[in-house]
């Protein structure tokens, strides 16, 4: 069978995010590493192709440096890696992005289409479930666990207090969870290959299909009109009174807040 999975480099969030000061986020100063989600979607695919066979292809839209986690995904076993930059992508929201992996999309073979639940920069979790939109084809979100049996795909998806088993005819799109599974380390040599293999690079002109008015900044709905770091946690406050007075008054303050 033949997998892609959507894999989007972002900042390393785990020490904290840094600000310039003109309040955009501040990539140079952070790590970068593969969204977590992406990850695990990745492990799952090539699980599946473990024992179904078939051909796992990685694709991501970014900056010519997206390149580094396309090699971590060749170094832990995708066959056929994709980068699609171009200067009139910049700047896309949720929707050109989408638009624009879906043209990628639209130039391969494919049964199952891998992205992760949401990435932890953008956080919206609206990538994957537009780019099924565009190609036409069902959305299986929150998967926390998938196999496939014949032309279809079953997957758990995720619910706050449950879950629910889901089954869909390929092709079909997946939305995975970080919670899916153990991702599996790149090997020694899978880097060493990684580091020589080719890497597609594909500029706007090698998409199908897709209008210049859904691309880039352009082509984005929203924009953003402001970013700004965190409010700061005030000081905590010390109550002094009775066991009842102190439960009153925090009783009080979460009604305040509408937290109960
Ligand atoms: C107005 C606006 C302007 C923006 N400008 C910029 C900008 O200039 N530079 C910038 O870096 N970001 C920019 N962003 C953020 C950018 O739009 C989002 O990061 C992007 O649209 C993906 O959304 P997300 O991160 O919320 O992904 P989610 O929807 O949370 O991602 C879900 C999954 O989709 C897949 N995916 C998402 N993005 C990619 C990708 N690029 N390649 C491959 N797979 C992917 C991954 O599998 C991911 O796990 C902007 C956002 C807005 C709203």
Same mark, same amino acid.
């Given at each position: 069978?033949?997998?892609?999975?959507?894999?989007?480099?972002?900042?390393?969030?785990?020490?904290?995010?840094?600000? &310039?000061?003109?309040?955009?986020? +501040?990539?140079?100063?952070? /790590?970068?590493?593969?969204?977590?989600?992406?990850?695990?979607?990745?492990?799952? /695919?090539? =699980?599946?192709? +473990?024992?179904?066979?078939?051909?796992?292809?990685? %694709?991501?839209?970014?900056?010519?440096?997206?390149?580094?986690?396309?090699?971590?995904?060749?170094?832990?076993?995708?066959?056929?890696?994709?980068?699609?930059?171009?200067?009139?992508?910049?700047?896309?929201?949720?929707? @050109?992005?989408?638009?624009?992996? @879906?043209?990628?999309?639209?130039? !391969?073979?494919? +049964? !199952?289409?891998?992205? #992760?639940?949401?990435?932890?920069?953008?956080?919206?979790?609206?990538?994957?479930?537009?780019?099924?939109?565009?190609?036409?084809?069902?959305?299986?979100?929150?998967?926390?666990? %998938? =196999?496939?049996?014949?032309?279809?795909? %079953?997957?758990?998806?995720?619910?706050?207090? =449950?879950?629910?088993?889901?089954?869909?005819?390929?092709?079909?799109?997946?939305?995975?969870?970080?919670?899916?599974?153990?991702?599996?380390?790149?090997?020694?040599? #899978?880097?060493?290959?990684?580091?020589?293999?080719?890497?597609?690079?594909?500029? =706007?002109?090698?998409?199908?299909?897709?209008?210049?008015?859904?691309?880039? !900044?352009?082509?984005?709905?929203?924009?953003?009109?402001? @970013?700004?770091?965190?409010?700061?946690? #005030?000081?905590?406050?010390?109550?002094?009174?009775?066991?009842?007075?102190?439960?009153?008054?925090?009783?009080? &303050?979460?009604?305040?807040?509408?937290?109960?």
């Amino acid at each position: 069978m033949k997998i892609v999975v959507c894999i989007k480099q972002v900042p390393d969030t785990k020490n904290g995010v840094k600000f &310039k000061p003109d309040g955009t986020l +501040d990539r140079g100063a952070m /790590a970068s590493v593969m969204n977590p989600d992406d990850k695990a979607g990745l492990e799952a /695919a090539l =699980r599946l192709k +473990d024992r179904h066979g078939g051909e796992v292809t990685v %694709i991501t839209m970014g900056l010519p440096k997206a390149e580094e986690v396309l090699r971590e995904a060749l170094a832990m076993g995708a066959d056929q890696a994709i980068l699609i930059t171009d200067r009139v992508l910049g700047g896309a929201d949720t929707w @050109a992005t989408s638009s624009t992996l @879906a043209g990628a999309v639209r130039k !391969l073979e494919y +049964d !199952l289409i891998i992205t #992760g639940r949401q990435a932890i920069d953008g956080d919206t979790a609206q990538v994957g479930p537009q780019l099924s939109e565009h190609l036409g084809i069902p959305v299986i979100s929150y998967a926390q666990k %998938i =196999r496939v049996e014949g032309d279809c795909v %079953i997957a758990e998806r995720q619910f706050e207090d =449950r879950y629910h088993v889901l089954k869909a005819k390929l092709p079909c799109l997946i939305t995975a969870l970080s919670e899916l599974n153990e991702p599996r380390y790149m090997t020694p040599g #899978g880097i060493f290959d990684a580091y020589e293999a080719d890497i597609t690079v594909w500029g =706007r002109g090698d998409l199908k299909d897709v209008a210049d008015t859904d691309i880039g !900044l352009k082509g984005s709905p929203t924009q953003i009109a402001k @970013a700004s770091d965190k409010v700061k946690k #005030g000081t905590g406050e010390i109550i002094n009174g009775t066991p009842g007075e102190t439960a009153a008054f925090i009783v009080e &303050k979460l009604k305040e807040r509408h937290v109960i």
